[in-house]
C-alpha cells in the first residue's frame, strides 16, 4: 500500500506549506530550475516509485523537488537518496503500479465520477453532457458542429499516430502506470498550470497526485503513440457505468496538444458510444476553466448542473468480458456487474 503520508505530500502538493517552496528553498541558498526536460522527469518517476514501493525516506514532495530541479551537492543526503533510487528507477514501458483488485479500483473511480451527487450526499460540480441517442452514427453528430470544430476534427483524423485500447483489470499494475504515461501526466499539468516558480512546484505536485489517481482507478485506457517514434504522447481514460461513458481524464504532452490529439480522443468516444444501444450520454466530466467549457460546448457538450438527471450512473460498471480474467468474470457475475 501507499503510504498515507506519501498520499498526503503528494496529493495535496506543496500547497500546505506556509512559506511556498521556491521560497524555502531560496532561504537555503537553493536555486530551483523549474524547466523539464526527459532526464528530470525520469528522476522524478524513479522517486515516485520508491515511494510506491512502500520506501518511507521517499514521502516528501518537496525534498523530491529540490533534489530533481535544485542545485544541491552531489554528496548531499537528497541527491543521495536520489541517485540511488535511480538505480533502481523501472524502465520506461514497465508498468509499477499496485495491483488493485476490480472492486477496489471502482471503489477509487466513484469520486472522481461525481458519485457524491448521484447518492445525494453533496452537488458537485456541472459536468459536459451530450445524449447520443438522436445520432445513427458520428457523422451526423459532427454536422450538428460549427465549421471551426468540424476543421479541427478533419486535423485530427490526417495526424500521424495511433491509437491502441488498453482495459485496466484487477489484480495487475494499470496499464499506464509506466513512465511513458508519467511522462504525459507531468507534461499536461505543467503546460495548463505552471507559470515558473511556485506555480511550476504546484503543477508538480498536481501531476503527482493525477497520476496516482487515474493509475488506481477502473476502465480501460486509448494510448496514442507517435507513429514514427513509437513515443507515448497521450492516454484518455475512459469508464463506463450505467448507461454512460465517461471521459475520465485526457492527459498529452506538448506533441500531443499539436496534433489535436484531445480532440480525436473525444470524437472516438462519441462514436462508440453511437454504436452502442447500452449508452445514451456522454460525460466529459466538470471544467476547470469557463474556457474548457465553452471548448466543450463547440462539439455539442451542454454544460449540466443536475447532470445525473441525465446521465443515468445507476446501472453497474461495464466492462468487455475479453477483458477480465475468468477468476473476475466469477466475481462480476455474483454481484450482477454487466459484461459486453
Known sequence: MVPASFVSSFVVGPNYLRTPPVALAQQRGIELDVTLDDAKVSALFAWVSRAFAGDERYNNL???IVAV?????????????LEAA???APAEEDTVGEPFSLRERESHSLGAMGAAQWTGQWRTRPHALLDVRPFADDAEWVKTLPRGARRTLTKATQQNYT??????VGGKPAPHSTLAHFRCVVDHEVRLLADGGNGFVDAIGEAVGRYMGTTRMAGEIREYRDAKSGKVIALAHEVRKGRVVRGQWFYGTDEASKAYVWFHSVQSLVA?????EDVDVVDLGPSGSDAFSDLKARYGFASVEDWPSVADYQGPFVYDAEDTTEEERTLLDMFGIKRD
Open 272 to 276: 462508440r458510444a453511437i454504436a452502442n
Open 69 to 81: 530541479f535544485g542545485n544541491l551537492p552531489a554528496d548531499s543526503d537528497p541527491m543521495l537518496l
Open 62 to 64: 518537496v525534498l523530491a
Open 163 to 168: 491509437v491502441a485500447c488498453k482495459p485496466i
Open 86 to 88: 535511480k538505480e533502481l
